[in-house]
C-alpha cells in the first residue's frame, strides 16, 4: 500500500502523492526543512555539551537541560526522516517529531527535578 508522502492518505498505483497540491505542498515543506537543518545541528550539538557536562560532572540538572533543550529544538525544528515520511506521511511524521520533542523536554526537566 502507497501512502501520499504528504497527508498520508493510502493511495492506489505508484504515485507518491495522492494529487498535485500534496506534491507542491511537500516540496515546499522539504525545501524550507532544508535551510533549517543547520540550525537543528547547532541546537542538538549544543544540547548534548550541556548533557554531556551534566553526565562528566555528575550534575543532574544540567543533563536534565541538557536533555530539555534538545527536546525543544526537536519540537522546534522536528525534521522528519524518510522513513518517518513514508509510513506516517509529512504531516503526521512532524507531529509525532513535535511529540518526540515535549517527551524529551518533560525527561530533561524530570531528571533536573
Ligand atoms: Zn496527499
Known amino acids: ?12 498505483g505508484t504515485s507518491d502523492f495522492c494529487g498535485q497540491s ?4 511537500y516540496q515546499e515543506a522539504v525545501e ?13 550539538g549544543v544540547g548534548f555539551l550541556v548533557l554531556l557536562c551534566g553526565v562528566l560532572l555528575q550534575i543532574d540538572w544540567v543533563l536534565g537541560a541538557g536533555i530539555a533543550f534538545m527536546g525543544l529544538v526537536t519540537f522546534i525544528l522536528p525534521f522528519t526522516t524518510p522513513e518517518t515520511t ?7 511524521a512532524k507531529i509525532l517529531g513535535r511529540v518526540l520533542g515535549v517527551l524529551l523536554i518533560g525527561v530533561g526537566i524530570w531528571l533536573a527535578r
Open 22 to 25: 500534496c506534491e507542491t505542498y
Open 32 to 44: 524550507k526543512d532544508r535551510r533549517k537543518i543547520p540550525y537543528f545541528i547547532v541546537g542538538m
Open 86 to 92: 513514508a509510513l506516517l506521511g509529512y504531516q503526521k
Open 1 to 12: 500500500m502507497n501512502r501520499c508522502r504528504y497527508c498520508g492518505k493510502e493511495i492506489r
